[in-house]
């Protein structure tokens, strides 16, 4: 099985801007053209199969299917190291852990890592830059006002914000409402590239009983569903794991979210809804984008930063080896495609 590159993902996906950005020097040598702009979605903890695209019987996901749909699905993504930190510091800078040497409880990343971020080489190349949500890395010396030029990061604690009016509202829509803001105020002509980083779906861990705080506006979605006990639950595939994962956080975590039937089904609609609040308000994104005569030339990539275990070997969490853990949705939807370029499955391993 053939593996991508960063560059020829980049290449593969439409997204030759960027792809021109890694190459020192090619970036004159490209043929005249209107340049795209760029729209990257990223949600956390969401595993490759939870999506209705990928066939789910239960989740509800038109507008990322609508992505898939029309442009291309990678069906073997993964990403390199299986925590927040470590994943969003490799997705920034195109390098593996053990390179960047950033995950929690290390010192920061370092200024030439991300004088070398996708974000910097892109303002360095034109594009007004913006971030939104979770940013989830820490760094030295601020280098954040070289890479954009609309910085809005905010955390999942509490997932509802207070507004100025006193109403409280869900993260996931207070980075819809800023993503709007972003695109509102985006000077014509200029290529654009936001990123968007949702603290959905991770699980508002200091919460022990409302794991998964979803959206007013997906309020009953699932309620009357049975949702399927993993297809990996049989306590014999617990049983022969090493005693360190046994042991592990995994296995604690389990019994804060999936041990009783009871959590199981409160849970699992939780968890599920909040991935549907996200994929509503990146609908109000591409309305936004085709009202403001933006989306037939911007690129929308979508993806997780790191995969997560539904009860499946008697885990919870994400951190290890196992594919669960690992695997990640990756939907690249390029409206400049031709037509027989969309809607396929690319079956090549793809890398955060």
Known sequence: MKRYSRRDFLKATGWTTAAAMLAPGCFSCRPPGKRPNILFLLVDDQRNDTL???????????????????GVRFSNAFVTTSICAASRASILTGLYERTHQYTFDTPPLSPAHMAESYPALLRAAGYRTGFIGKYGVRTEDEPESAMFDFFKPHGGNPYFKKQPDGTLRHETEVAGDRALEFLDRNPQGQPFCLSISFNASHAADWDLENHFPWPKAVDGMYEDVEIPVPRLSDPAIFENHPEFLKTSMNRKRYFWRWDTPEKYQKNMKAYFRMISGVDRVIGRIRKDLERLHLADNTVIIYMADNGYYMGDRGFAGKWTHYEQSLRIPLIVHDPRLPQKNRGIIKEEIALN
């Open 52 to 70: 209705g695209c990928v066939g789910h019987p239960i989740i509800q996901t038109p507008v990322i299917d609508s992505f898939a749909a029309d």
